[in-house]
């Protein structure tokens, strides 16, 4: 298996994040924990200087507004213009029709690397008539046929989170089970993930399915090792636990604790 961890850690991308405002410090603390650069720029102004750098750019719509929703096109066209791979994080898309309009509009324009959402979110991207009442699903709310059409139908990897959760790239899917319910007990983990996936693409605008299962791997298993320290199974204490656990868990010791397997139909 490759060590994808360790040359995260070795090369500490800038990963640039537009996301929302609920997230912003818990999304920095998170990747300055897996020893990569955040910087929460958000100015279109900016955005060809930073993009020199930058391996990545996330995302996140949690909190769009019609000036916000400008500026991530501006930002992320320069993105694309730079060779810069863009993890989308589509929050609560099927909540509204102004979320619905936004992210078809932006994967018509843009060229994303990869969608991260949860059931509900995947769905909502490849059925226009879907709707969900807020930003949770899990896994029994829809077929793993929803990642696979939405793969096909934007050309970019997903990952669909939830109790199991879902990646598809180039055709295949792999089903990771490792995790911990506390995860959505604390506001930001999700939006986290998004940020991770983007620190581990390290400017490549087409990482393998191998390379995104070990970034969301290395995300569930700090969370398993956090859950289990003494008091960490309350949401405020785990938060902080969490976040350590993303520091000190090493490459070679999660490695073997992944639970993955590849599917070959909706049987999960």
Aim: proline share 3%.
């Amino acid at each position: 298996m490759s060590d994808y961890l360790t040359s995260v850690r070795e090369a500490q991308p800038l990963v640039i994040c537009y996301t929302n405002d609920v997230v912003k410090n818990f999304t920095a603390n998170g990747l300055l924990s897996l020893d990569a650069s955040p910087a929460m720029s958000e100015a279109p102004e900016e955005a060809a200087d930073f993009f020199k750098v930058a391996q990545a750019l996330l995302i996140n719509i949690g909190t769009l507004t019609q000036q916000s929703g400008e500026d991530m096109l501006k930002i992320a066209k320069e993105a694309n213009r730079q060779n810069v791979p863009i993890v989308l994080d589509p929050v609560a898309v099927g909540a509204s029709q102004f979320r619905k309009d936004f992210c078809r509009k932006f994967l018509e324009e843009i060229q994303v690397t990869v969608i991260k959402g949860n059931a509900s979110e995947i769905l909502s991207l490849v059925d226009a008539s879907a709707t969900m009442k807020g930003t949770d699903s899990t896994i029994e709310d829809v077929p793993v046929e929803a990642a696979r059409k939405a793969h096909l139908k934007y050309g970019a990897a997903i990952v669909m989170t939830g109790k199991t959760d879902i990646i598809v790239q180039d055709g295949r899917v792999f089903a990771l089970d490792n995790g911990t319910p506390l995860l959505v007990k604390v506001t930001g983990t999700g939006c986290l993930l998004g940020a991770v996936i983007a620190s581990f693409l390290m400017k490549e605008t087409h990482p393998s399915i191998e390379k995104l299962s070990e970034a969301v791997s290395y995300y569930t298993i700090s969370a398993e090792r956090a859950e289990v320290r003494a008091g960490a199974d309350l949401p405020g204490t785990f938060s902080v636990a969490f976040l350590d656990a993303l520091n000190q868990t090493a490459t070679v010791a999660f490695q073997q604790e992944i639970k993955k397997r590849e599917v070959k139909n909706d049987d999960i």
